[in-house]
Nanobody
Framework: QVQLVESGGGLVQPGGSLRLSCAAS????????MGWYRQAPGKQRELVAR????????YSDSVTGRFTISRDNANKNTMYLQMNSLKPEDTAVYYC??????????WGQGTQVTVSS
């Protein structure tokens, strides 16, 4: 079993920054990719950013240039999302996702990010 724990969410003013963390633990054999998704009220969950085992990153158009996904150099099971220049439309529950090489998919419990003045 794999557990994902997100942290770092909260309330921030427009233009501010937050850093989300995701710590993965358990029976992690081989990670294919890790990613951040978000779901706003009344909307579908959407991919925000993704990082592959080889370190290749990709972003949704709405966050490109403002968000940065990374993995901890010392512990590859820990992932971050640096969010800068936050906008009210970034308000959502952010979920950590882990895709194993065998195709198994795991989710964290989510962390709330609210951007408001």
């Amino acid at each position: 079993q794999v557990q994902l724990v997100e942290s770092g969410g909260g309330l921030v003013q427009p233009g501010g920054s937050l850093r989300l963390s995701c710590a993965a633990s358990g029976s992690i054999l081989s990670i294919n990719a890790m990613g951040w998704y978000r779901q706003a009220p009344g909307k579908q969950r959407e991919l925000v950013a993704r990082i592959t085992r080889g370190g290749i990153t990709s972003y949704s158009d709405s966050v490109t240039g403002r968000f940065t996904i990374s993995r901890d150099n010392a512990n590859k099971n820990t992932m971050y999302l640096q969010m800068n220049s936050l906008k009210p439309e970034d308000t959502a529950v952010y979920y950590c996702n882990l895709l194993m090489a065998g195709g198994s998919n795991f989710w964290g419990q989510g962390t709330q990010v609210t951007v408001s003045s």
